[in-house]
């Protein structure tokens, strides 16, 4: 048997290895199928069915997230059947859905969003009963909205396949189905360690991060890469930036170490910034007490001091604690201060500590 | 580490001792979870019943400050069972006889006596791990931070490369470095042995090298360590100190003589994001910008460097501690003139063989792990591939020893220290963002029901800890996680400032304080 298979979608001829999907393949040939509830780092249970396709010789629109590509098999991703069972789909998801996009945390980035425009749906279709569910806000990191959850499975797959923690799982029956914690209690008393993951992976406004709520619109929100502050792992995130300010943290797909997995430091963490504690101005003791100073004012006076003391009692009597929490070039720059200005191979950090 | 971060999922056998991986290392004990899923087996050695042990094959709770006597055990084992990898240990080591007579009386059932994990445990572990295809060791400061921090490490390297686990993909040595970036400030010469790169200050040929690159003429003498530093503030020999976002008071051990010695100091400078403990002592405090407000690039734990990217203006006046360090040093006479991190980086790939090829057009990318020689080499994923950066690897022989405070009748119980999950080291930025101080606002002392029964304790009651340096008052968590006669508790709360009572013994070749064990009395505070 082959390792390869060659199949045709949309006109297009595509190779590729056996076990691919036929969403994977598509993807790989630059074609886009939607889906809400396939991820690729997740297992598939091929439950949204928005990723249907049209293959010839097959009686149903199979789900192209679960259908096994085959050598010679002729794919149609666009076909008016295709694009009447998805519209078909996302009404269905949208005739209990909170028609609240106007203030939904998720506009601009939400899935159920981005198709229903995409497909024309305006969710006029049918009328059916709403859900009730409370929401959860009861910790400072994820607000919980259940109401909004179209059943997708990934926060209960994350949570156990990437996390290996399990904090949810589906729980009730039929319509009132959920993702819920064990005996559904808030999230603030179950065992999660908000590391925010489901947040990550959540393709509408269920879940969302509480610190971002009404700090600006998506498409307001300017995203900075870069590397979290806190431990060694190096996991890189965006900023998200707004009118000058880090209004918050969320996980870049692009991140070499961790993927979108953050913990709860990394993605939570970054209030400090902003914290009013931040010091502001150089500080001079006089009698006791800090006062402000000029830039000028407190450099010349370290300068001079540093002087004296090399004077007096030589380069050795002077020292340099320089900063595991500071850049590398910063360390080179302390690195170099403390050998070529101030003469003196003092210079450590706390490595050991 | 040898290795890299995602290769800890291809391992087979996982020997992770010292290290409370998914709370200090949360998401790379991701990777630890997913070998353990393909079926890797996991072996934790652990003083506490950490939560990685809830996953592990085998959990060997052995006494805090035992390490050696484990390793040595399992490195009998693989010898008298002739499990060792006789091509490795001949083709790429030296030393091997030396390893055989250390631990020829090292049998698992010494190391019970004194570990107290029953022999045929380890027998069974140092087994798995010699038979292993591709097993790897995790280890943290719950190795390093004794009084014989650096022959633990060695006592790993041996069990190593006896199995020959080492210098592949997947299978090395793997320290977990803690903070964001401690591996660049070694890489960049944050110590007092070594310049950039690890050359070392008294090898005249590296000396000339900076002397020239820097156009000053340079100490030959190697300087003081952090602990040192102390020692001799308090001798008066230091005088003047320039202390960096760093705060010592909290996260040095025997907090008063770290105080003692910084009131001792005719100038103290202090550069940070806020007021911390060490900065209230200071004569001058400068207001550093934090790493949103910047570039440069850190280095994390696998040795990747990677880009930290400006997004915001520095708050207030406060500025790069690059352009500070700048600044002071035109002050001094020494004309510095960097127009970027940058332009300082092109610096570094100068005068640092392992940053040789680390451009930031090339980070701008991806990360790259040093070595990196030059801009065609594309990183280093593991090391020792082929042969060790020393030739042959050595076998060191290392013997067991106490750790420096044992528990006697005045001082009967054992303290180790750590972190948590939602803080970080002093807290000076973590307990500033305000959900975490929600979720974890205080810290306690971890003690088994057995000690809290005899104690009349309760979780929450508020006990008084008292060590040979100093007292702290902290409520207890009574939890079967930690082994009787044990006691635990972060170093990140003021408020039970833990490193009041820790140990300042050293161990002679790092340096590196005794944080993970020393003898407390605990009495309950009515």
């Known amino acids: 048997m082959s390792d390869k298979v060659t199949l045709t979608i949309d006109g297009q001829q595509v190779t590729v290895p056996a076990g691919t999907t036929v969403l994977q393949a598509a993807r790989m040939a630059g074609i886009e199928i939607p889906t809400l509830c396939h991820d690729p780092e997740l297992t598939s249970p091929g439950a949204c069915r928005l990723c249907v396709v049209e293959i010839e010789g097959m009686r149903n629109l199979p789900a192209s997230c679960v259908t096994t590509a085959g050598d010679g098999m002729v794919v149609r991703t666009n076909s008016p059947d295709v694009i009447e069972a998805r519209k078909t789909i996302i009404e269905l998801l949208l005739a209990n859905h909170p028609e609240d996009c106007l203030t939904c945390e998720r506009t601009g980035q939400c899935r159920l969003q981005e198709y229903a425009y995409h497909y024309g749906v305006k969710g006029d279709t049918f009328h059916g009963e709403r859900k009730q569910f409370p929401i959860d806000d009861s910790n400072p990191f994820i607000v919980r909205d259940m109401n909004k959850c179209i059943r997708c499975g990934k926060c209960v797959r994350v949570c156990e396949e990437v996390q290996g923690r399990s904090i949810y799982s589906f729980a009730y029956r039929g319509f009132d189905t959920i993702p819920a914690t064990a005996m559904d209690t808030p999230l603030a008393e179950s065992e999660c360690v908000f590391c925010g993951s489901c947040v990550s992976v959540c393709p509408t406004g269920a879940l969302t991060e509480k610190m971002m709520h009404g700090v600006g619109r998506s498409w307001e929100l300017e995203k900075v890469k870069t590397t979290c502050p806190y431990c060694g792992v190096g996991c890189n995130f965006d900023l998200n930036v707004k009118d000058g300010k880090v209004v918050g943290v969320t996980s870049n797909a692009e991140a070499e170490v961790n993927g979108r997995a953050l913990c709860v430091k990394g993605r939570f963490g970054y209030n400090f910034i902003h914290h009013p504690d931040r010091l502001t101005k150089p500080l001079i003791k006089k009698n006791g007490e800090f006062q402000e100073a000029t830039w000028e004012e407190a450099i010349n006076l370290v300068a001079e001091k540093f002087k004296e003391i090399k004077q007096e009692h030589g380069p050795d009597a002077l020292a340099v604690f320089t900063s595991a929490r500071c850049t590398n070039e910063e360390n080179y720059l302390a690195n170099k201060f403390a050998r070529a200005v101030l003469g003196t191979n003092n210079i450590d950090h706390c490595a050991r500590l | 580490m040898t290795n890299s971060i995602h290769e800890i999922a291809g391992a087979d056998f996982i020997l992770a001792i010292g290290t409370n991986t998914t709370e200090t290392h949360p998401v790379l004990s991701l990777q630890i979870r997913k ?419 005899k104690l009349g304790v309760q979780s929450g009651d508020r006990v008084k800890v008292t060590s040979r340096r100093g007292e702290i008052e902290i409520p207890v968590r009574v939890t079967e996680r930690i082994q009787p006669g044990l006691v635990f508790a972060s170093f990140h709360f003021r408020e039970t400032w833990v490193n009041k009572l820790t140990n300042s013994a050293r161990d002679p070749k790092a340096k590196i304080p005794e944080y993970k064990v020393c003898a407390v009395k605990i009495e309950k505070v009515s």
């Open chain 2, 35 to 453: 070998a353990v899923k393909e079926g890797a087996k996991l072996v934790v050695a652990d003083p506490r019943r950490i939560e990685l042990a809830d996953i592990a094959d085998v959990h060997i709770q052995h006494k805090a400050g035992s390490d050696m006597a484990l390793l040595n055990a399992m490195a009998h084992v693989i010898i008298e069972e002739d499990l060792y990898n006789k091509e490795f240990v001949k083709e790429r080591t030296e030393g091997f006889e030396e390893v055989v007579e250390a631990v020829k009386e090292c049998t698992p059932e010494w190391a019970a006596g004194i570990t107290g994990v029953d022999a045929d445990t380890i027998r069974e572990v140092a087994r798995g791990y010699a038979r292993a295809e591709k097993g790897t060791i995790l280890y943290t400061m719950g190795i390093t931070q004794h009084i014989c921090g650096t022959d633990n490490v060695l006592a790993i390297a041996n069990l190593a490369m006896l199995t020959g686990h080492i210098g592949r993909e997947n299978t090395g040595v793997n320290p977990l470095r803690g903070q964001n970036n401690v591996q660049g400030a070694c890489d960049m010469g944050g110590l007092p042995n070594v310049y950039p790169g690890y050359q070392r200050v008294d090898d005249p040929a590296v000396r000339e090298k900076f002397e020239k690159a820097w156009g000053v003429k340079l100490s030959p003498k190697v300087g003081l360590t952090v602990g040192e530093m102390m020692d001799n503030a308090l001798a008066g020999k230091l005088k003047g100190l320039f202390v960096i976002g760093e705060n010592p008071l909290i996260s040095d051990p025997d907090s008063n003589h770290v105080i003692e010695g910084m009131k001792k100091l005719d100038f103290l400078v202090v550069q940070d994001l806020f007021l911390t403990e060490t900065a209230e002592l200071a004569d001058v405090v400068l207001p550093a910008a934090s790493f949103a407000e910047k570039d440069g690039t850190f280095t994390n734990t696998e040795r990747r460097v990677q880009r930290v990217r400006k997004a915001i203006e520095p708050i207030g006046d406060s500025k790069p501690d690059w352009e500070i360090i700048q600044m002071l040093a035109n002050a001094m006479g020494y004309p510095m003139n960097y127009s970027s991190p940058e332009e300082i980086m092109k610096e570094i790939n100068e005068v640092t063989p392992q940053y040789g090829g680390i451009t930031y057009e090339r980070l701008e990318k991806q990360g790259l792990q040093w070595p990196c020689p030059d801009t065609d080499h594309p990183g280093t994923r593991f090391l020792h591939e082929g042969k060790f950066a020393r030739g042959k690897g050595k076998f060191h022989a290392v013997r067991y020893v106490d750790p420096d405070e044992t528990p006697d009748q005045e001082y009967p119980f054992m303290l180790s220290t750590g972190r948590r999950l939602f803080h970080y080291h002093t807290g000076s930025m973590s307990r500033r963002a305000e959900g975490l101080e929600t979720v974890y606002p205080e810290e306690y002392l971890e003690m088994n029901p057995q000690d809290a029964e």
